[in-house]
Structures are given as structure tokens and as C-alpha cells.
């Protein structure tokens, strides 16, 4: 099992930026991809940023930012502290979600998910 625990979502103005944590826990050494999705009423989970792992516990590996948040968004770790954030700049109102972090055994899904942060951007 692997435990994900996500926290900084809150209300920011148009512009500004927020900094999403993800801390893992548990049998991290097994993870291949984490993720950052965010979901809105009425739409499917869209996928904000991965982290391809490289090596056990995530240590090492390569960011994919979707063209969608391209520029405004960043994906750093803190090996030390098994934790992955989500820097958001600029943000607008229509990045307004519940952002998920997830992490990835591989086999094409994503098998665990955090509780969700809720974000919201007002104009």
C-alpha cells in the first residue's frame, strides 16, 4: 500500500500561485509514475503534471508538464521528505478543481490516490 497525503490547496486571486504538497508513504519503493490530476464537476480527471520515476522510492526521474498548464506549472521532489509539489503560477479561474495526487505500480492506471485539495481561483 501505498499512502498519499496532499495539502496547500485554498483561494487565491487570479494571478497569483499556490503550492501543492504530496507526501507519500508506505511501499514507495515500488512506485513508477506520480501524478498530479484535477477534476471539476461534470469533467474527468485531467492530468496537470507526472513524475516518471527513476530508480526505488521515486528518487530520481523526469517531469511531463501537458501543454494545457505549460509554463504556469512545475513539478519539483524533496527526496529527503518523499514529497511531491505542484508549483502553480498565474493561476486562473478556470484551474479552479479538487487536485489529486496519485501514484503509479505501472499496468496503466494509477492504483492510489490522495483525498483531493480543493483550489479555487477568483477572478
Known amino acids: 500500500q501505498v499512502q498519499l497525503a496532499e495539502s496547500g490547496g485554498g483561494l487565491v486571486q487570479a494571478g497569483g500561485s499556490l503550492r501543492l504538497s504530496c507526501a507519500a508513504s508506505g511501499r514507495t519503493f515500488s512506485v513508477k509514475f506520480m501524478g498530479w490530476f484535477r477534476q471539476t464537476p461534470g469533467k474527468g480527471r485531467e492530468l496537470v503534471a507526472r513524475?516518471?520515476?527513476?530508480?526505488?522510492?521515486?528518487?530520481?526521474?523526469?517531469?511531463y508538464i501537458p501543454d494545457s498548464v505549460k509554463g504556469r506549472f512545475t513539478l519539483f521532489r524533496d527526496n529527503a521528505k518523499n514529497t511531491l509539489f505542484l508549483q502553480m503560477n498565474s493561476l486562473k479561474p478556470e484551474d479552479t478543481a479538487v487536485y489529486y495526487c496519485a501514484a503509479s505500480l505501472g499496468q496503466g492506471q494509477y492504483q492510489y490516490w490522495g483525498q483531493g485539495t480543493q483550489v479555487i481561483v477568483s477572478s
Open positions: 513524475f516518471d520515476c527513476i530508480g526505488d522510492d521515486c528518487i530520481g526521474g523526469e517531469t
